[in-house]
């Protein structure tokens, strides 16, 4: 296993897509929480509670949990380039063991998920402290709770990312499965949100159990405000949490059973 | 180095409707070079494929020395296996490229330059395989199946692509593996390419055996010079279309 393991590192690092993957993670995260921050959400539109209200503060740093379909794209991107190039099949040759190779990738990639969320994490910090000055506003949420939501969200982060790979080894193709990550967390789970019945489910969804996690409800709410549909009620960040260690769990079994049978012809 | 010979019996695969090979059965041989021919979508591939663990047969094994590649405990030290169109990312180096592999594998990253070296890919190593020709890439690939140093080797049409001083370097490179005891399997539609070092032939066409032997043996039976190569190119190729083409009145009788 350990030798899996060096192997998919070296893979991962042999390309640029690594350093790619983090520049996206300062873009998104020192670059949108530092222009928000700048711009204030009091000038959003609707209009927000400012940057120096627990609520504004929260929802700032929230947003940062809608751009999870990124690092979930670079997990699937990583792992169906394995079946474009067909490199699959060498690594197959070299260790038959098909859920060993895919449970290898599944730890290479958490710790890269982690590096991502850290990323963005710590970006997003001085985003939003920076931004926060320069708007001239304080921020509402004392420091410990910034990174405590921060932390959170770089969890997450790493949690989406195994989403991505468990979905790139259960679909193989690298566009159908990119459009599929993309297109159900980017606009899949939003539309969903607004479909009276079909949104009793949000909650449940990863996008809601994250929205839990970060204490994210201004947009269910607001969204539910200009509906003619009761309000979405999130779970509790702790049940958010278990509902995405769940979805972990499920990524992990899927990405590591989904090539066992599977020809390579 | 000790013998390990291949051995396929009944190997069937069905997709569908479609039955790539049927009821296959041969033994290839340590210390010789046996060509695995037959024409484009005779099978050839599927069989390869189905030895290695990669294509699970409908019934039938594939054993290499005695054991199915997937119950091989480092299954690249026993066998090496390449298909055609190098399975390489394109923006990994060569080196980057062999460098994940002998990690995989457990094998040290001084085999990787002694690779590079053997395969004449050192002054490519630090570039991008999405600039190689295609004679480097089959080295390439040809390099990721000799890391484990194996007795066996499995070339799905090795020559594919390359110009005649390639396909030269690459049968000269084949029967030193043969003389120093490999089993060397080599499928190939083109037939030049293999005539002139096949020490052994297994001829397929759609999907069944036609013929398997001793070069010199199969020639003699099919009334062709036993004398070998250059003095008699068409030799080979003669045989080949003679026996597919009894193949196919045969199937025509049938049906
Ligand atoms: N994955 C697959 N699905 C359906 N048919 C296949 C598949 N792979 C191969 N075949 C069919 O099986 C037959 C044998 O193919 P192949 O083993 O690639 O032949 P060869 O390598 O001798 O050219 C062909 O008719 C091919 O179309
Ligand atoms: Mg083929």
């Known amino acids: 296993m350990q030798q899996l393991i060096v192997a998919e590192f070296r893979r991962l690092l042999a390309t640029r897509l690594w350093w790619i993957a983090l520049l996206a993670a300062t873009g998104l995260g020192g670059g949108l929480v530092g222009c928000l921050a700048l711009v204030g959400p009091e000038h959003f539109s609707p209009p927000m509670p400012g940057l120096h209200t627990a609520a504004g503060a929260r929802l700032v740093l929230g947003i940062l949990g809608y751009t999870a379909f990124v690092p979930a794209a670079f997990g699937t991107l990583a792992v169906t380039s394995e079946y474009r190039h067909r490199t699959v099949d060498v690594t197959f040759l070299f260790a038959p063991s098909r859920w060993r190779v895919l449970t290898a990738k599944l730890a290479v990639f958490a710790v890269g998920g982690l590096c991502y969320g850290a990323v963005l994490a710590g970006t997003a910090a001085v985003g939003l402290y920076a931004g926060a000055a320069g708007h001239g506003s304080t921020v509402g949420v004392p420091v410990g709770a910034v990174a405590g939501l921060l932390g959170r969200l770089a969890v997450a982060m790493a949690v989406y990312t195994l989403l991505g790979v468990g979905v790139g080894a259960l679909v193989g193709n690298q566009v159908a499965a990119l459009c599929l990550v993309i297109g159900y967390l980017y606009l899949g789970e939003p539309v969903l949100m607004m479909i009276p019945g079909a949104n009793a489910a949000y909650p449940l969804l990863p996008g809601g159990a994250t929205a839990a996690l970060t204490g994210f409800h201004e947009v269910s709410d607001a969204m539910a405000a200009q509906l003619p549909t009761t309000a979405i009620h999130l779970v509790s960040p702790v049940v958010g949490a278990l509902v995405l260690l769940g979805y972990t769990l499920v990524a992990a079994a899927v990405a590591v059973f989904a090539p066992l049978r599977r020809d390579l012809a | ?255």
């Open chain 2, 1 to 255: 180095m000790t013998g390990v010979a291949v051995e396929v019996a009944g190997l069937t695969k069905r997709y569908g409707e479609v039955t790539a090979v049927r009821d296959l059965s041969f033994v290839v041989r340590p210390g010789a070079v046996t060509a695995f021919l037959g024409p484009n979508g005779a099978g050839k591939s599927t069989t390869l494929r189905m030895i290695v663990g990669l294509v699970a047969p409908s019934s039938g094994t594939a054993r290499i020395g005695g054991r199915p590649y997937r119950s091989i405990p480092r299954p690249s030290s026993v066998v090496g296996a390449a298909f055609p169109g190098a399975a390489v990312h394109p923006r990994h180096t060569a080196r980057a490229h062999l460098r994940v592999y002998a990690a995989m594998g457990g094998y040290p990253d001084r085999r990787v330059d002694e690779l590079l070296d053997l395969l004449e890919l050192t002054g490519a190593a630090d570039r991008h395989v999405a600039g190689f020709s295609t004679g480097m890439r089959q080295r390439l690939g040809l390099a990721t199946a000799l890391l484990g140093d194996p007795p066996v080797l499995l070339l799905d049409e090795p020559g594919n692509g390359l110009d005649p001083a390639g396909i030269a370097w690459l049968r000269t490179f084949l029967r030193g593996l043969a003389d120093a005891g490999r089993t060397v399997l080599v499928s190939s539609h083109a037939l030049a390419e293999v005539q002139q070092s096949a020490d052994d032939v297994v001829l397929v066409s759609d999907g069944r055996l036609v013929a398997a032997g001793g070069y010199d043996e199969l020639a003699a039976t099919a009334g062709l010079p036993v004398q070998r190569p250059a003095a008699e190119p068409a030799g080979l190729e003669r045989l080949f279309l003679d026996l597919t083409a009894q193949r196919r009145g045969d199937d025509r009788c049938n049906s």
